[in-house]
């Protein structure tokens, strides 16, 4: 997936956005970048995700040993920028500014953010199925946002990257509440579905309701993933209209906030 990059110009040079990816964006759901970040930088977000997943085991109280081996394997881990600086700094990345600003607009904020490691399968249950984060949460700006899926090391199917599926992100799809995996799932079946097979500070850039999912992690080693995504401010869910996410201002007038 990697794409020929001009050795004289550093990404921040130029547009990062191509004309062919803004059509993929809008034509598929998404589209993949070339390297836009330094090994120096990938490795400070490795070593904090693995500190955030450590401290997420700890605090789980001894008494719920389940909860605990699902944390082990299949870590959940939202809002790392509370709980690391370096995490926090790192969503300010001029790369995601840059992104931010030619996707959205002049105004943006961070609404979500998550470490997305995922260890060695046991039971299949690293298996994420296939969903629109839509129907998680349903919000009023659905098309105007976009998440980012970094890979802080190489990404393949067999360790567990997650899968696009291409031209399904104006449709709501039908879900279903997966029991075991305590995940919605939708089907695929009618889409070209494409894996994020990635390079170290590689990304696939999609909207809020293409669908995604991924197989379980196949390989002895972690897969190491980071998900950013950003909106337009003053996103609100439709059940409650309540603000919804982070709520963290990246971009004002097209400058950081
Ligand atoms: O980490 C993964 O493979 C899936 C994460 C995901 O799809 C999500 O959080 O919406």
Redesign the pocket.
Same mark, same amino acid.
Do not use: E, V
């Given at each position: 997936m990697t794409q020929p990059t001009d050795e004289s110009s550093h990404p921040l040079d130029r547009r990062l956005v191509t004309e062919q990816q803004r059509r993929e964006l809008d034509e598929r759901g998404f589209f993949a970048t070339e390297k836009l970040f330094s090994d120096e930088e990938l490795a400070l977000v490795r070593q904090e995700s693995f500190r955030l997943h450590r401290a997420s085991i700890a605090d789980i109280p001894a008494d719920n040993p389940i909860h605990r081996k699902k944390q082990g394997i299949r870590p959940f881990l939202p809002t790392p920028q509370e709980r690391s600086e370096t995490i926090a700094s790192f969503q300010r990345h001029p790369v995601f500014q840059s992104l931010a600003r030619e996707i959205i607009g002049p105004d943006v904020d961070q609404t979500w953010s998550?470490c997305?490691l995922?260890y060695p399968d046991v039971g299949r249950f690293t298996r994420?199925p296939y $969903?629109q984060?839509g129907r998680f949460a349903e919000i009023d700006r659905q098309d105007s946002g976009f998440s980012c899926f970094l890979a802080l090391e190489s990404l393949s199917p067999e360790n567990?990257t997650?899968h696009f599926a291409a031209g399904a992100h104006r449709t709501a799809l039908p879900h279903q509440w997966d029991e075991r995996l305590e995940w919605w799932s939708c089907s695929v079946d009618d889409f070209e579905v494409v894996p994020g097979t990635l390079q170290p500070g590689e990304m696939i850039v999609y909207r809020l309701m293409t669908p $995604?999912?991924?197989p379980p992690n196949l390989t002895d080693q972690v897969r190491q993933?980071f998900?950013i995504t950003f909106n337009v401010p003053g996103v609100r869910l439709l059940e409650n209209g309540e603000l919804f996410g982070d709520q963290r201002p990246l971009l004002r007038d097209g400058g950081l906030a």
């Open positions: 998550q997305c995922k994420f $969903h984060d567990g997650l $995604h999912g991924s993933a998900l």
